[in-house]
C-alpha cells in the first residue's frame, strides 16, 4: 500500500530520519569492540588540591613507611630564633605536609604564626650537615622526598636499634 511504512525491527544500524539520529555509527553500535571506542583520556587522581591559596597534597607518609618506620622515627623540632634545643615529635604523629607543618608549630606554640615561616629546613644524621633539606608547603613534593631519604635511612637494615632522628628547623622570615 502506497504512503505506508512496512513495520522493521528496531536495529542499531538503522537511522531514523524523522528523529534526525543516525544510529549506524560505532558509536551507536552495541556491537561495537573495544578497540573501536572513541579514545578517552581518563583524569589521573589529584596528588594536590588548593584551598585558599596553600597547596595541599594527599600524599601520606603512611603510603610510604612502615609502621615501625613511623613509629621509630622521631623528628628533633627547633625554631631558628631560639637557643633552647628541640621538642621531639614521633614522624607517626604528622604523616602528611599539613599536619607536619601544624605539629612542628604546634610544639612550640607558633601555630597562629604559620604565615612568618620561611622553611622547613631537614637535616639527617646520616648525611652531611651542610646539605639540609628544605621541606615548604609550596612544593608538597619536597614533604615526599623528606620521607624516601628517611624510607632509605641506613638505620633500617642494621640488626640493632632500628631507631631514626631528624632534625628540623622552622625558619621565620
Known amino acids: 500500500m502506497p504512503g505506508r511504512r512496512s513495520k522493521q525491527p528496531y536495529s542499531p ?8 539520529t543516525v544510529q549506524n555509527s560505532p558509536a551507536y ?3 561495537r569492540k573495544e578497540s573501536q571506542a572513541p ?9 594536590s588540591f588548593k584551598t585558599a591559596g596553600t597547596p595541599k597534597t594527599s600524599y601520606s607518609a603512611n603510603s610510604r613507611l612502615s609502621s615501625e618506620q613511623l613509629s621509630n622515627t622521631t623528628l628533633h623540632v627547633s625554631v631558628s630564633s631560639n637557643n633552647y634545643g628541640a ?40 648525611l652531611p650537615e651542610e646539605e639540609p633539606m ?6 608538597p613534593s619536597s614533604f615526599e622526598s623528606m620521607l624516601d631519604v628517611i624510607s632509605e ?3 633500617w637494615r642494621s640488626a640493632e636499634k632500628k631507631k631514626c632522628d631528624v632534625r628540623v628547623k622552622v625558619i621565620m622570615k
Open 134 to 139: 628544605v621541606i615548604t608547603r609550596k612544593v
Open 87 to 126: 621538642i621531639p615529635v614521633q614522624l607517626k604523629s604528622c604523616p602528611t605536609i599539613d599536619t607536619f607543618y601544624k605539629v612542628a608549630l604546634n610544639a612550640w606554640e607558633l601555630g597562629d604564626q604559620e604565615p612568618q615561616v620561611a622553611v622547613m629546613s631537614v637535616t639527617f644524621k646520616w
Open 39 to 47: 579514545s578517552q583520556k581518563i583524569p589521573k587522581a589529584p596528588t
Open 153 to 155: 635511612a641506613p638505620c
Open 13 to 20: 544500524q538503522t537511522s531514523n530520519p524523522s528523529r534526525g
Open 29 to 31: 553500535s552495541p556491537q
